[in-house]
């Protein structure tokens, strides 16, 4: 629409500002405080509320080096908490910008692209097919204008509106299915029809994955065994010693161990910095639950044209059929010339369609008379019909009228007085073109005189003039991205609107899967629910699609089990996006509609993304495996190392303390959540198939490595305690054996885990600067444990001799590396 034509100059710079200082921004959620949030959080923490107490027994007690400790402890679980918290809240702020949607306003008399909360009062919004009004707003021009306003109303069936009605009013968040209208906006931000009562475009609570419930369930499982474990220990001391802070801190040492409170640290990290990694690739994720579920798809659907093909439209062949003949499209006659200017005027006036921009390039470079300024739209019928079909009417000053129709050539075939011969002919010629691969599109005039337009295009009498046939070849990797789709066990199908001649042929130039089994839109809506979900296990193009009919295929395929990624870019497509368990909307080519449901945009439309978008959905689900295994690893012994001298009545009961545990925490984050995160791909993780959504790490299968590897650690500490003890050693020693022991056990777990596939060998190989960082800062802290009196004295340790500390390192790498045996055995297995 051209601004000009309505004389809207719209708002000036200074007037924007002055709207703005006098009504504000057009937001309606106000953002909390996350800093605060993140503090509250924190000392909510029940490791937290443990540290305090700890601190608060110690301070009771009159030990005061040790409460000050435990204070200094919480500074530090308090900064990696917030360090982390700060990285994933920074990363998906950084994603949330990126989705942020524009709007378009007449300003200075020109159309703009604006941040949506950028619209002031007074502003001319632009609103058109496949977005979303940004404001309310009052119509003063529109063509052909269509709004859904079952955000509003409930009412699924989309409104027309015109500036004669007696309802001009548009509504901020109603969706535009059809035409386009330029509104004055006279409400913004929560002044809307949307804001008062309370509703956003945006979803301010995330429903729980199943992961997430899994490890809520987990942890909370945990604490309440920690709980009741704390009360039973403090209640059996207290009977034996009838020393109520001693009881106390002996239950709480039992506590702290139990409680994995890394876990859900751990996979809000994983999953925040595993948008920001996507982000970096040119994938916006708009929701971080998604990349749970990339490494789980077992389907993708995808459209052809500006997905499989470059969507660079090229007028390539034309059928006139007054000449019945198929030409190039060069030295051409007066029927094809005609052929071509009806095409134009079926057109949109100022195409954003590569097919319509195509036909008017052509048209400009034939016509000997440009007549486009010379003529007016006064009626527009908008792709309908199935298949679809559109006709425009244009009549200029002296009240000639030119009625073109352009659409799928059945669609114009149906409509236009043709003979059973002509019909032949053309279906001939049609077969001929889309055999090659061509897009085509049949042409038709019509005459009607009078302003009591018909209701529907199909009700006017077409005359069928011809075919226009464009080139749109497939991109270069395409076939490539497939391949490596099919290579992870990925099925591939093809859903589009084109018809099945054209797809089958482009389908085979690539070597794609199943090019020769087609499905049109007409056949499948005939079949029963039991019959689709049997038919989209089994054919894999699917033509001539409209929006109820993809509706049906994504559901036969999630009632079989599948986990489906759906691409698309228009209006018409956003139920399946939405229905999709991954839906992937177009960055470039894609409408604001198909955005918003989306979960993923493809900022450059290249489906080569969604390969890397799946390796690291995958990389993202093993990390996070090999990190809760080690959490779960480690405080086994940990547990069993507080809790078995103290059950046993064993000659030093309390061998740790909540200084000892906090420490080893203090470790034990950084390594879970920044180390297995930065962990690379392994080279065999996109040649296995794809997970089960419902895979969990938590089942007696997947938690019995991480137990077993607990126990034999725990076998190895006890093992030193009980050798310390029979050399007669003191508490202290004893203590410096056992903790030395666990250090080293943690190290060589660090390494041990990061492949269950892998030697450790191999994975020394692996790029991850962070694990030999971590690891010598944790050897350094331990060093100076054993090295600096004042640490060694408050942490109740001695430094061991030489002999008795290779005893400690030895015996800690042999409770770890067992594991390589188990490596060894499944791989020849």
Not at 176 to 193: E, H
Not at 268 to 288: D, P
Not at 654 to 678: A, D, K, Q, R, W
Request: neutral net charge.
């Amino acid at each position: 629409m051209q601004v000009a034509q309505y004389e809207i100059q719209g708002l000036s710079d200074p007037q924007v500002l002055e709207s703005r200082a006098k009504f504000g921004r057009n937001e309606v959620i106000t953002e909390r405080n996350n800093f605060l949030e993140m503090v509250k959080g924190i000392f909510t923490d029940p490791m937290t509320l443990m540290l305090l107490l700890a601190a608060l027994l110690y301070s009771i007690n009159g030990e005061a080096g040790n409460s000050i400790f435990m204070a200094v402890a919480i500074g530090f679980v308090a900064g990696i908490s917030l360090y982390q918290e700060s990285r994933s809240r920074n990363a998906l702020a950084t994603l949330k910008t990126l989705t942020q949607s524009m709007g378009k306003v007449i300003r200075g008399g020109k159309i703009i692209g604006v941040k949506r909360e950028e619209i002031v009062i007074g502003d001319f919004m632009v609103v058109e097919e496949g977005t979303s009004a940004p404001a309310d707003g009052i119509i003063v021009q529109s063509n052909d204008f269509l709004v859904d306003e079952s955000i509003l109303t409930g009412e699924s069936f989309p409104v027309s509106k015109h500036k004669s009605d007696k309802d001009t009013q548009v509504f901020q968040g109603t969706t535009i299915v059809g035409g386009l209208a330029i509104c004055k906006v006279n409400a913004i931000g929560v002044s809307t029809a949307l804001g008062k009562i309370g509703k956003s475009l945006e979803s301010i609570h995330e429903e729980e994955t199943p992961l997430q419930k899994q490890i809520g369930s987990f942890v909370k499982k945990m604490a309440v065994a920690g709980a009741v474990l704390f009360f039973v220990v403090w209640g059996l001391n207290l009977f034996k010693s009838h020393q109520i802070l001693n009881s106390l801190m002996k239950a709480l040492t039992l506590a702290m161990s139990i409680l994995p409170e890394e876990i859900p640290v751990a996979f809000t990290t994983f999953m925040a910095i595993g948008a920001w990694r996507l982000m970096n690739l040119g994938i916006i994720v708009k929701n971080t639950k998604t990349v749970e579920t990339l490494g789980s798809a077992t389907v993708i659907c995808t459209d052809k044209t500006g997905t499989i093909t470059e969507n660079k439209m090229s007028l390539a062949k034309l059928f006139a059929l007054s000449k019945q003949k198929i030409s190039s499209p060069v030295d051409i006659s007066d029927d094809e010339r005609e052929l071509i200017t009806l095409g134009m005027w079926a057109s949109e006036p100022i195409p954003f369609d590569p097919m319509e921009i195509a036909l008017h390039d052509f048209y400009s470079r034939i016509a000997e008379v440009d007549e486009r300024k010379e003529y007016k739209m006064i009626h527009e019928y908008p792709l309908s019909g199935r298949p679809p079909m559109m006709t425009h009417l244009f009549e200029n000053s002296d009240g000639h009228r030119i009625i073109a129709a352009k659409g799928a050539p059945e669609a114009v075939i149906a409509v236009s007085l043709l003979s059973d011969q002509e019909k032949k002919i053309i279906n001939s010629a049609l077969e001929s073109l889309t055999s090659e691969g061509f897009r085509v599109l049949g042409i038709g005039v019509s005459e009607f005189v009078g302003q009591d337009y018909p209701q529907t295009q199909q009700q006017l009498k077409f005359k069928f003039k011809g075919l226009i046939a464009f080139h749109d070849p497939p991109k270069k990797n395409i076939a490539k991205v497939f391949e490596l789709f099919y290579r992870a066990g990925i099925a591939v199908k093809i859903i589009t609107g084109d018809n099945a001649v054209t797809t089958s042929a482009i389908a085979k130039q690539i070597n794609f899967r199943g090019a020769d089994k087609t499905m049109n839109g007409e056949e499948l809506l005939k079949m029963d629910d039991k019959e689709i979900a049997e038919k989209v296990m089994q054919v894999n193009i699917f033509t001539r699609m409209f929006p109820d009919a993809k509706l049906r295929i994504l559901t036969a395929l999630k009632a079989n089990h599948q986990i489906v990624a759906m691409t698309g870019d228009g209006v018409n497509d956003g139920p399946a996006l939405k229905a999709a368990h991954i839906g992937i909307a177009m960055g470039k080519k894609g409408t604001e509609t198909a955005k918003e449901v989306s979960s993923l945009v493809l900022i450059d439309d290249d489906l080569a993304k969604m390969v890397d978008a799946v390796a690291i959905g995958r990389k993202i689900y093993v990390n996070l495996k090999k990190a809760i295994q080690y959490i779960i690893s480690i405080h086994v012994p940990i547990i069993l190392t507080v809790f078995v001298p103290l059950a046993l009545g064993w000659k030093y009961p309390s061998i740790f303390s909540p200084v000892h545990v906090i420490f080893l925490e203090l470790i034990m984050g950084p390594t879970c959540s920044i180390v297995y995160e930065n962990e690379p791909l392994e080279k065999n993780l996109m040649s296995q198939s794809p997970r089960p959504f419902t895979t969990t790490f938590f089942n007696l299968r997947e938690l019995s490595t991480s137990i077993i590897q607990g126990l034999m650690i725990a076998i190895g500490t006890l093992f030193i305690y009980q050798y310390a003890v029979n050399q007669g050693f003191t508490e202290d020693m004893t203590r410096t054996m056992v903790f030395t022991t666990l250090i080293s056990a943690n190290v060589f777990l660090t390494l041990e885990n990061r492949s269950f596939h892998y030697s450790i060998i191999k994975t020394l190989g692996y790029k991850n600067n962070l694990v030999f960082l971590i690891l010598l800062v944790t050897i350094a802290l331990t060093a100076s444990l054993l090295a600096i009196p004042f640490l060694t004295h408050f942490f109740s340790l001695e430094m061991p001799p030489q002999f008795q500390l290779a005893i400690c390192l030895v015996t800690g790498c042999i409770s770890v590396i067992w594991f390589e045996a188990v490596k060894v055995l499944s791989g020849k297995k």
